[in-house]
């Protein structure tokens, strides 16, 4: 069942850039975060934002990403920069550390870094 939201994925050239957006809902007091699936591979880990404000990155999307959440903290946002053909994936949303991943999921958004 989803319960997060995602929402501003599509198709960039190489260099663009896109901003995600995640409706949290009832689950803005946790800790969140993104992760990427790309076709054939493994789900991995993008970025995270901690409820306490701690924020992690990716080394593949460091410096590129910024992961932020609006005032009412209830939306959490990945800005993209400078992006790669490699970062072409689904990219998901998840809300409230579950182990080393998240217990709620959004649908996910599509990405596409082409030229």
């Known amino acids: 069942q989803v319960q997060l939201v995602e929402s501003g994925g599509g198709s960039v050239q190489p260099g663009g850039f896109l901003k995600l957006s995640c409706a949290l809902s009832?689950?803005?007091?946790?800790?969140t975060g993104w992760y990427r699936q790309a076709p054939g591979k493994e789900r991995e880990f993008v970025s995270s934002l901690a409820s306490d404000g701690t924020t992690k990155y990716a080394e593949a999307v460091k410096g590129r990403f910024t992961i932020s959440r609006d005032n009412d903290k209830i939306t959490l946002f990945l800005q993209m920069n400078n992006l790669k053909n490699e970062d072409t994936a689904v990219y998901y949303c998840?809300?409230?550390?579950?182990?080393?991943?998240?217990?709620?999921w959004g649908q996910g958004t599509q990405v596409t870094v082409s030229s």
């Open positions: 009832r689950y803005y007091l946790c800790s």
């Open positions: 998840g809300a409230c550390t579950s182990g080393t991943s998240f217990k709620y």
